[in-house]
């Protein structure tokens, strides 16, 4: 079975298994039932009111003291623990309680005895020190702590105390009335002198600041003369830092200037190296792009021209040699014909002259009226005699005609009104 405690308790299991005895302060355990038990203790804090009645001090003075003390079995301590579970295991809060109070008690006493009523009454604190000290080292084997000691009264039935305090009363009473005593003498002679002191003080501070005037007038005028002297040399000082200001700003806005212009020249420069970029971007290279395209055109038009050049080459060589075949044919076709001819004109002489003569005509006549035919208007003006119009016309070109014998006469030498045909191949002369 499982057994829980609070942290104000300590449980203690013994029996089977369990040598020694543990011991559970604030928490759970298992127990097996029949063959081990389990006990519990309080961790409680008990307060205790510890009398001591008509203890004789050290003086044999009886008196009555009242302490209140706090006092628990420690829990976190196992040897403590371990004391108090072999003492008070199976006992009661109260006779806990009552072991501790006894135990107390007997140590206020003995501590009451080595000590008189005064050093009780004036050093309580010495009182529970001491109380506390010596009970804490013999409640600690009990596995007992003293939390706290405090002395809370102190009284006697013979008016010990009481007495004690009239005379310190009335001792304090008397350093009373001679201290009021001298207090006022004292007062009454501190006012005389105060008021002396008050006199000579206002003299003495009416002396002083008379000099303090003439001091400060004194003081006064050589500072004014100092200030003056100083604010000049200020205002001079400061028309001089003025200048060397302006100056120095000057310098700097020349300098200003300086790096504005030489900014303004980089940033020329770079934008003249920007704008040779561009143009070498957006021209040079588009030129240099189309001038390589148009000499590779070129050089493609120069091999196509010479190519067409050379097709056109052999074409006229081939079309030359042809037409040079042709008219050696032709040419030999016209000697033999012309040689043909000249047997034939050395055959007829005279009569193949004048047959030449006579296909001719035609041709000359063709050409003495070819004028005639081609104009657009011809205007006749008439002298009153003979015909006019277009036999006038007509006259004139057969006149022409007329005169064509003799002229071929004189040139050749062969009169065409004296042949005449008489048959095919064959002329005779009258």
């Known amino acids: 079975m499982f057994f829980t405690c609070g942290p104000n308790e300590a449980m203690v299991v013994s029996g089977f298994c369990r040598s020694p005895p543990v011991m559970v302060a604030g928490g759970r355990v298992f127990v097996l039932p029949c063959i081990q038990q389990i006990q519990r ?10 009398k001591s009645e008509k203890v004789y001090t050290r003086h044999g003075v009886p008196i009555s003291v009242t302490g209140i003390a706090q006092v628990k079995i420690q829990g976190q301590n196992k040897e403590m623990l371990a004391a108090a579970c072999q003492m008070f295991l199976g006992k009661t809060e109260a006779e806990i309680a009552h072991i501790a109070l006894e135990t107390l008690e007997g140590h206020q006493r003995a501590i009451m005895a080595h000590m008189t009523v005064e050093e009780i009454y004036k050093d309580r604190q010495k009182f529970s020190e001491q109380v506390f000290k010596v009970a804490s080292s013999d409640l600690v084997n009990m596995g007992i702590s003293v939390v706290s000691y405090t002395l809370k009264d102190i009284h006697d039935d013979q008016d010990y105390l009481h007495s004690l305090g009239k005379a310190r009363t009335a001792q304090v009473q008397k350093d009373a009335r001679i201290g009021e005593a001298e207090a006022k003498r004292d007062a009454g002679i501190r006012e005389a002198k105060a008021k002396q002191e008050k006199v000579s003080a206002q003299y003495l501070s009416e002396i002083e600041m008379a000099k303090a005037q003439r001091d400060y007038e004194l003081k006064k005028a050589a500072y004014d ?6 604010r000049a040399q200020a205002d001079l000082a400061y028309q001089l830092q003025v200048a060397k200001t302006k ?22 420069e770079q934008e003249i190296a920007r704008r040779e970029k561009e143009l070498e971007a957006r021209v040079r290279k588009p030129a240099e792009a189309e001038r390589y395209k148009l000499e590779r055109l070129a050089e ?3 091999s196509q021209l010479i190519m067409q050049a050379e097709a056109e080459a052999e ?5 030359g040699e042809a037409e040079a075949f042709a008219i050696g044919a032709r040419a030999r076709a016209e000697a033999e014909q012309m040689a043909k001819k000249a047997e034939a004109f050395q055959l007829y002489q005279e009569a193949a002259q004048l047959d030449m003569l006579l296909e001719k005509l035609p041709q000359v006549a063709e050409e003495i009226s070819g ?31 007329s005169r064509l014998p003799e002229s071929v006469e004189r040139l050749t030498g062969v009169s065409i009104s004296q042949v005449r045909v008489s048959g095919v191949g064959a002329v005779d002369f009258l």
């Open 300 to 302: 493609a038009e120069k």
């Open 315 to 319: 074409s006229v060589r081939m079309r």
């Open 41 to 50: 203790i309080s961790l409680n804090t008990l307060t205790l009111n510890v």
């Open 247 to 268: 100056q120095q700003i000057e310098e700097q806005r020349v300098q200003v200037q300086v790096v504005e212009r030489a900014q303004q020249v980089a940033v020329q």
């Open 225 to 230: 003369i100092e200030v003056n002297t100083r």
């Open 371 to 401: 004028p005639l035919t081609s104009a657009n208007k011809i205007t006749l003006v008439s002298s009153g005699g003979g015909t006019v119009g277009a036999a006038k016309v007509t006259g004139e070109v057969l006149d022409i005609l």
